[in-house]
């Protein structure tokens, strides 16, 4: 069951312009988002999250804009630096009301900064 | 900054044999995890654990597999019978209240 998608597998951005990065879900129980970068041979890092009560969180070149109407959030990168090449994951977790503790992983998009 | 740490950082084993991987959660969270990530594919949930006991496990936690916070500061995830198909990056992670904090990972090869 995928319920968290990110249908872009990879991006390529030149450094300096804006990397946008997107993430589909299915279960209109999730309401809390969070994205993770993911070096090689390393540990996702938490970047950003977002509550399903705002519709943008924005952390230095991070933000984070969140459309429940359409199920769809995405992360902007600007301005998009190569140390910022790795694989990005989206994730998100039902109500904290609903019982469940269980964090669900989008697939991953590889982000590439051209220098 | 606190972290989370797991050992080994790479485990060869025999199809057949029980391997333990360890994390050291960061000391003042409440929920333990465990995911893996099977080379190429999505970061997969395996298991939470709140309060000394299992809240959550998904369909690939079967009875091969078992946690254990044995002294209040180690979480362990035994594979009793490693599989061909258990070679992964196994993650710990732990948090307190919103994100989720990772390790390193385990890699995990079943030859």
């Known amino acids: 069951d995928q319920q968290v998608k990110q249908n872009s597998p990879s991006l390529s951005v030149q450094e300096g312009r804006i990397s946008i990065l997107n993430c589909d879900y299915t279960n209109s129980m999730f309401d809390y988002f969070l994205w993770y970068k993911k070096y090689p041979a390393e540990g996702p890092t938490f970047l950003i999250s977002?509550?399903?009560?705002?519709d943008k969180n924005e952390d230095g070149r991070f933000t984070v804009f969140l459309n429940k109407s359409a199920k769809h959030l995405s992360l902007h990168i600007v301005p998009s630096q190569p140390g910022d090449s790795a694989v990005y994951f989206c994730?998100?977790?039902?109500?904290?009301?609903?019982?469940?503790?269980?964090?669900?992983f989008g697939t991953g998009t590889r982000l590439k900064v051209l220098a | 900054e606190p972290e989370v740490t797991q050992t080994p950082s790479h485990q060869v084993t025999q199809m057949g044999q029980e391997v333990i991987l360890r994390c050291v959660p960061i000391?003042?969270?409440?929920?333990f995890y465990w995911y893996r990530q099977i080379l190429g594919q999505k970061v997969e949930f395996l298991v939470s654990f709140y309060n000394n006991e299992i809240s959550e496990k998904s369909e690939i936690f079967d009875d091969q597999f078992s946690v254990e916070r044995p002294d209040g500061s180690n979480f362990t995830l035994k594979i009793r019978s490693t599989k061909l198909e258990d070679s992964a990056m196994y993650f710990c992670?732990?948090?307190?209240?919103?994100?989720?904090?990772f390790g390193e990972g385990s890699r995990l090869t079943v030859l």
């Open positions: 977002i509550s399903s009560i705002k």
């Open positions: 992670a732990s948090k307190k209240s919103g994100e989720l904090f």
């Open positions: 994730a998100a977790i039902p109500s904290l009301f609903s019982g469940t503790y269980k964090y669900i």
């Open positions: 000391s003042n969270h409440l929920y």
